[in-house]
């Protein structure tokens, strides 16, 4: 207990000193002691200290936060008892905030902030001190921790966790219903006073909601709120420090709350009569019309279903939801005809479908309307009286068999004649035609089942009076078998014998088969042609199950008298009536090992009869390909080397012409003109024609005469003979049949050469007298020539 006289000012240290608490001075005691001594303290109090091994005796600081005086901020002192207060000791500061945050006189001990502090940044810091001798440098006293405590203020408003809040609450609630919880926060230090108390209240949204003060969770005030007349709300709510008294600072946020839908409303036909037209023709599945109830509700709650629920027009028309519009659609079901029946009157219902039952007592939450369907009368194309036709024909049924008919009538009350027609689309090869008057359907050509046995066509019907009115029927044709085609073997058989065969001994297994496809299946039976029974090497054994075994009837064969034997096989199938037809096994003549396993057959066994082994077969080939490959060289090169020219000099002069009928290459063709002019150009003049084209002279051509027959000359008849040769051996010349034209004056000649070369090579006269002396033939020619003298002299 405190004596009541005591002063203000001892209370404060007394107070101090029991709770820890210095204020603002660390000393040390100097000296170690042991043990526990009694001192008597002011006024009275008798206090118990124990000593302990260091000389410092240390409590904690305290500093208000948010200091905004004009000289540094005093936090405390140290001292030491070996202090004498000469300046002999030096004071140390190291630590959180040492130098920079706090500084220590080092004379006096005097601690101060230079720098403002914000305790919600930093609520304390921890230092440690010692005291350092001037003159020794020695410390007289060990490091120290002690600790600065920053004191809050209330300087920090609540703070929401979010700007603006989203909540929903269905609509008619009751009151009090939880819509959302805010929460603010406060940065002071909850511990120290009522800084950090939060007290919450609404500015805005009343009377249809409140919030608890100290929970922050907001609440609905007003029952049966609609979300019908009024959906988005915003709510401001307070939060307020200082546990909400004057004085105490303030943060607000908004809250948007939402009335969230719920199946309240029933839904509602806008009309209780509706009325549709469709015409007769419309398809099933197609819409008849539409209907659209209205929801005051949103999302679910506003989901109908329709449905008809009066007997008449059930099996006629169906409803359903269209669930994107939730509109009501009316559909046809089956087909509709104006003829049996013009109007429907129907009685629809619309309900929700997801119900709440707190509000079925209230209204009820369906409706009905009536719905008037008019069917309209249409011009309808005619209709048949089946879906399809199925029909039968032989194979063999001659052309213009009626095969079956249609029929179709025009369903509208004046009942138009009805022209029957193939589709021939479906029809191309018009094999199928039918009668326009009475749809009887019948075959325009042969029908072959085994190339096609069904076949699909389509009939159709148009009115006489509208030839828009068409309507089509599928027509299914099938073809009957007839047995029309012979068996014959079913596969191509690759059938040898051994050399060493024994008679009986089986060589091949043989079947049949037969395009035809008869009632039963196939039966086929075999046997050996009539003219292969004498003398035969082979026989055939039915197996009467539609296969057979050829047989050897000889004891052994020889591959060198015989390769191959040709065995005919009579095979017959059991139609109506009976076909057959004779197919030839070939059967090879084959060296074969002890076993009956083949080894060689044919030409391989042959050569090897003759001695010649596999590689001197090999060899023989390879010089065959090199004496071909050589062959064709020597015929490349020697069609590639240059040939004598014909004109060598002046004293062997020739002419070779070539008679062409195509204009030439032009002045750079050199094929057309004859190598010996272009070799003597002394012997070309202005007037000599070009030989590349057909000359025009005023005097036909002229034969050359000779007074030797070229069947008796050897010379002419060598030298055709080598032109000949040459011609039928030039791997270039053309596939067809050419004539090639040669003059050749042969040697020794008594006129010696008449060329016209080297007669242009002078200009001197020529002396053709001695033409004359040639005979007969050569007498026109002596005319033309002989007479210049005379035509000049005269």
């Given at each position: 207990t405190v004596p009541t006289h005591c002063s203000p000012g001892l209370l404060i240290l007394v107070w101090a000193y029991h709770c820890g608490i210095t204020l603002g001075v660390l000393r040390t005691i100097g000296g170690v002691r042991r043990g526990t001594e009694g001192i008597s303290g002011l006024y009275g109090v008798d206090v118990l200290l124990r000593r302990s091994k260091r000389g410092w005796a240390w409590n904690q600081f305290y500093l208000m936060?948010?200091?905004?005086?004009?000289?540094?901020?005093?936090?405390?002192?140290?001292?030491?008892?070996?202090?004498?207060?000469?300046?002999?000791?030096?004071?140390?500061?190291?630590?959180?905030?040492?130098?920079?945050?706090?500084?220590?006189?080092?004379?006096?001990?005097?601690?101060?902030?230079?720098?403002?502090?914000?305790?919600?940044?930093?609520?304390?810091?921890?230092?440690?001190?010692?005291?350092?001798?001037?003159?020794?440098?020695?410390?007289?006293?060990?490091?120290?921790?002690?600790?600065?405590?920053?004191?809050?203020?209330?300087?920090?408003?609540?703070?929401?966790?979010?700007?603006?809040?989203?909540?929903?609450?269905?609509?008619?609630?009751?009151?009090?219903t939880s819509v959302l919880a805010v929460t603010a926060n406060d940065a002071d230090d909850l511990s120290y006073g009522n800084s950090a108390r939060v007290v919450y209240s609404i500015l805005e949204g009343q009377p249809y909601f409140s919030v608890?003060?100290?929970?922050?969770?907001?609440?609905?005030?007003?029952?049966?709120?609609?979300?019908?007349?009024?959906?988005?709300?915003?709510?401001?709510?307070?939060?307020?420090?200082?546990?909400?008294?004057?004085?105490?600072?303030?943060?607000?946020?908004?809250?948007?709350?939402?009335?969230?839908?719920?199946?309240?409303?029933?839904p509602r036909f806008p009309q209780g009569m509706y009325q549709f037209n469709v015409p007769e023709t419309a398809a099933p599945g197609s819409t008849v019309g539409v209907v659209h109830a209205t929801d005051a509700d949103i999302g679910k709650n506003a989901e109908m279903d329709y449905k008809i629920i009066s007997?008449?027009?059930?099996?006629?028309?169906?409803?359903?939801?269209?669930?994107?519009?939730?509109?009501?659609?009316?559909?046809?079901?089956?087909?509709?005809?104006?003829?049996?029946?013009?109007?429907?009157?129907?009685?629809?219902?619309?309900?929700?479908r997801y119900l709440d039952p707190r509000f079925l007592v209230m209204v009820p939450f369906h409706d009905t309307a009536m719905v008037k369907i008019i069917v309209e009368d249409v011009n309808e194309p005619p209709a048949f009286q089946r879906l399809a036709y199925v029909m039968e024909v032989s194979e063999n049924a001659p052309v213009g068999t009626i095969i079956g008919s249609v029929r179709a009538v025009d369903p509208?009350?004046?009942?138009?004649?009805?022209?029957?027609?193939?589709?021939?689309?479906?029809?191309?090869?018009?094999?199928?035609?039918?009668?326009?008057?009475?749809?009887?359907?019948?075959?325009?050509?042969?029908?072959?089942?085994?190339e096609q046995a069904w076949h699909n066509i389509s009939v159709k019907a148009e009115e006489f009076h509208d030839l828009n009115q068409v309507s089509r029927v599928p027509v299914y044709v099938r073809v009957l078998d007839v047995n029309d085609n012979p068996p014959s073997f079913a596969a191509v058989y690759e059938t040898f014998v051994c050399e060493n065969a024994k008679p009986g001994q089986m060589i091949q297994t043989i079947s049949a088969t037969d395009p035809d496809n008869p009632i039963g299946g196939h039966r086929f039976s075999f046997r050996l042609a009539p003219e292969a029974s004498i003398k035969a090497n082979f026989t055939v054994r039915d197996n009467n199950n539609t296969t057979a075994m050829v047989l050897t009837l000889r004891n052994g064969y020889s591959r060198l008298q015989r390769s191959s034997y040709l065995v005919p096989v009579v095979i017959s199938d059991n139609g109506s009536p009976i076909l057959s037809s004779t197919n030839t096994l070939t059967v090879r003549v084959c060296s074969c090992d002890r076993d009956g396993n083949m080894k060689l057959c044919s030409t391989d066994a042959l050569a090897l009869t003759a001695g010649l082994s596999t590689g001197a077969l090999v060899a023989i080939l390879l010089c065959v390909i090199i004496l071909l490959m050589i062959v064709v060289l020597f015929t490349a090169l020697r069609r590639q080397r240059k040939k004598e020219p014909l004109i060598i000099s002046k004293e062997d002069v020739r002419d070779n012409v070539v008679s062409y009928n195509d204009e030439g290459g032009g002045e750079e063709d050199t094929q057309a003109f004859d190598i010996g002019t272009l070799r003597n150009p002394e012997a070309v003049e202005e007037t000599k024609q070009r030989r590349d084209i057909i000359p025009e002279t005023m005097y036909p051509p002229l034969r050359r005469p000779h007074p030797v027959k070229a069947r008796d000359n050897a010379d002419v008849r060598?030298?055709?003979?080598?032109?000949?040769?040459?011609?039928?051996?030039?791997?270039?010349?053309?596939p067809y049949d050419s004539l090639a034209t040669y003059a050749y004056e042969g040697n020794g000649s008594v006129a010696e050469s008449l060329s016209s070369l080297e007669s242009l090579t002078s200009d001197a006269e020529q002396d053709y007298n001695y033409l004359s002396e040639w005979g007969p033939r050569f007498k026109k020619l002596a005319d033309m020539y002989g007479g210049d003298e005379s035509d000049k002299d005269s």
């Open positions: 936060e948010e200091y905004t005086g004009d000289s540094l901020q005093y936090v405390g002192k140290l001292h030491s008892d070996q202090d004498p207060g000469d300046g002999s000791v030096r004071y140390v500061l190291i630590g959180d905030g040492a130098g920079d945050i706090f500084t220590i006189d080092p004379r006096s001990g005097d601690i101060h902030a230079v720098k403002r502090l914000d305790r919600e940044e930093r609520a304390s810091y921890t230092l440690r001190a010692r005291a350092v001798s001037n003159k020794t440098g020695r410390s007289l006293e060990d490091w120290t921790n002690f600790t600065i405590k920053i004191h809050d203020i209330n300087d920090n408003e609540p703070k929401f966790t979010k700007a603006v809040y989203t909540a929903s609450v269905p609509e008619m609630s009751d009151v009090g608890e003060p100290h929970t922050g969770i907001i609440r609905t005030a007003l029952s049966n709120m609609n979300r019908e007349n009024r959906e988005h709300y915003q709510v401001v709510i307070q939060a307020k420090d200082m546990a909400g008294q004057m004085g105490g600072l303030s943060g607000t946020t908004t809250v948007s709350i939402t009335l969230s839908d719920v199946n309240d409303n029933p007997m008449e027009g059930q099996d006629v028309f169906n409803i359903s939801t269209n669930k994107a519009t939730q509109e009501g659609v009316i559909t046809l079901i089956k087909p509709l005809d104006y003829e049996s029946k013009k109007t429907y009157t129907i009685r629809i219902q619309v309900e929700n509208d009350n004046n009942r138009s004649p009805v022209r029957y027609s193939i589709d021939r689309h479906t029809d191309m090869d018009r094999v199928f035609n039918v009668h326009p008057g009475n749809g009887s359907v019948f075959i325009q050509k042969q029908l072959d089942r085994e060598d030298f055709i003979s080598q032109r000949l040769q040459d011609n039928d051996g030039d791997p270039t010349a053309p």
